[in-house]
């Protein structure tokens, strides 16, 4: 199930870096991941679903590239943003 609209302003409003901003690298990698959460939980329910499994990954290396992409820019921001996010425990 996609996120609602309701859930989405409300990661962007978090992860925003300015007024207007739905865009950047850490909105990005903020939907992302709450996607990968919900199409995980259904993964982890429906074993057999091949289709989305493959979905999945392709978000995961999205994902992996975006932070690689902020990492190599603003290691601070990298850093407030894996903690934020409760990635690399």
Do not use: W
Request: proline share 3%; net charge positive; aromatic share 4%.
């Amino acid at each position: 199930m996609p996120l609602t609209t309701d859930q989405k302003s409300e990661v962007i409003e978090k992860f925003k870096r300015a007024d207007g901003d739905t865009g950047s690298p850490e909105v990005q990698v903020a939907l992302l991941s709450e996607r990968i959460n919900h199409v995980g939980d259904h993964c982890k329910a429906n074993p057999k679903d091949v289709h989305s499994r493959g979905g999945l990954l392709k978000m995961v290396g999205t994902r992996r590239n975006l932070l690689k992409f902020i990492k190599s820019k603003d290691f601070d921001r990298y850093r407030s943003l894996i903690e934020t996010l409760g990635l690399r425990r």
